[in-house]
């Protein structure tokens, strides 16, 4: 086939083309706006303390304040 030939089948079926072309957007859309979003994430935080002359609040440094502790979500 020739250029001209592809040419010709387009201009005679622009409306085909058109039509299925949209209904592929509108389709791919509505499946897009119907589907539950999923959302996930996880995080992890390392906190260390050092014992120093600055860091005199009682439990601070034993452990007990939850700076130390491991949180869970």
Known sequence: MELREYWYVLRKNWVTILLITLLGVVAA?????????KYETKTQ?????????????????????????????
């Open 29 to 37: 859309g509505g499946a897009s706006f119907l589907m539950t979003p």
């Open 45 to 73: 935080l390392y906190v260390s303390v050092r014992s120093t002359a600055q860091c005199q609040a009682p439990g601070f440094v034993e452990g007990r304040l939850p700076v130390n502790q491991a949180a869970k979500a």
